[in-house]
Every structure is written in C-alpha cells, then in structure tokens.
C-alpha cells in the first residue's frame, strides 16, 4: 500500500478550514501524528525504495508526500524521524527557479483574505470580487479559478500575480524555503522523485 501526503497544517485561529483543508489535501499536526503512530502498529513501514521493486509486499506500507510542503523541514521531517521513518518525496520542481508552486500561492492568498472581499480576475479579464466565507472558500478551491491555474501551469504565475497585487497581500510561502526543505529530506535518506516542473495538470 502507498500512501500520499500534501500538506500539514493546523486550521485557521478561528477555525475555518484553509484552502487545502477544503480540498481535502491536507490534515492538522494532530492527525498526522495519529496516522503515523497508527500506521506503525497496525503496518510495516518500508522504505522508499520499495518503490522500486516489483510489488510491495502484503501489509507493507510506503509513505510519499506530493509538492514539497513549506512544513516539510519543521514538522514533517521531525515527526517522521522521532519514528525512524523515511518517505519518498515529489517536489515541483520550479521552487529551484524560486518560484512556488501557483496553487500554493493562490491557495495562500485565498487563506489570507479568509473572511475579507477577496478580488480576482475574471474569464473576461475583469476583477470580480466576493467575500470569502467559509463555503465561499470551498467554492473557490473547488470551481475554474483554481481549475484554471493548475492547468496553465507555469503561466498560472501570472494569475496570482493580479491576486497578490489587488488584495494587498505579502506572500508567505517561500521557494527558497522550501528548496532547502527538500535538501534537507534528501539528507534524512528520503527517496526524492519529481511532481513536475510546475504540476502543469494533463487531465
């Protein structure tokens, strides 16, 4: 069995779920560690370079995670060594170049407008604006907007951009930051794959 992490990350303060929480990409601190502390009793936990063989044997498990989160060096890692485990990783790549994937900064965006107007280009290259609730959130990370930015790839870029300049916002997640992150599982004797350039989507 493999099984695939996106994101490790608490709710918001007031506790709404973030962009990630509404997609269903991402768990809290708390729940990871469960999974980790269940996953052991219940599993063998092999490395990631089961991977590479054949077939992964009955009631064995592989850990991956997609992305390179930002909490990959501070909370992911720690957690995973406190257990003597090791994981496969699949970063996107771009963070190499300096930039974050797009779908985390829009997803940071949206986060941080959470319960303001939120400003974004439209289809017909207008700025919409909505005030984002919580079920507005959800609708947002679930409809075209988001759709649109996965597909464009690398240009996807450009859409945060307008995000970012017409809400005003200071970007959080740095690509810096999480470049180190995968050097530093690479140093843990993780098993580092590749998620794509950009996660330019095919489908």
Known sequence: ????????????????????????????????????????????????????????????VVLTFDDAAPELSDLILPEMARRGLRAALFPVTSVFEGKTYAVDRFYDAVNQC???????????????????????VGHLV????????????????????????????????SATDTANSIHDANQHGWLIGLHGHDHLSFT
């Open 142 to 173: 679930r409809a075209n907007l988001n759709r649109r930015i996965v597909e464009l790839g690398d240009k996807g870029h450009d859409i945060v951009d307008v995000i970012v300049q017409f809400n005003g916002i200071r970007e959080t997640i």
């Open 114 to 136: 959470n319960g303001k107007e939120f400003h974004y280009p439209d289809y017909n290259g207008t700025i919409g604006t909505t005030l984002l609730t919580p079920s507005e």
């Open 1 to 60: 069995m493999v099984l695939c992490y996106h994101r490790v990350m608490e709710m918001n303060p007031d506790g709404t779920p973030t962009p990630w929480h509404a997609r269903g990409t991402a768990v809290t601190p708390a729940t990871f560690r469960k999974h980790l502390d269940d996953i052991q009793e219940r599993f063998e936990v092999l490395g990631p370079e089961a991977l590479l063989d054949a077939s992964i044997p009955q009631g064995g």
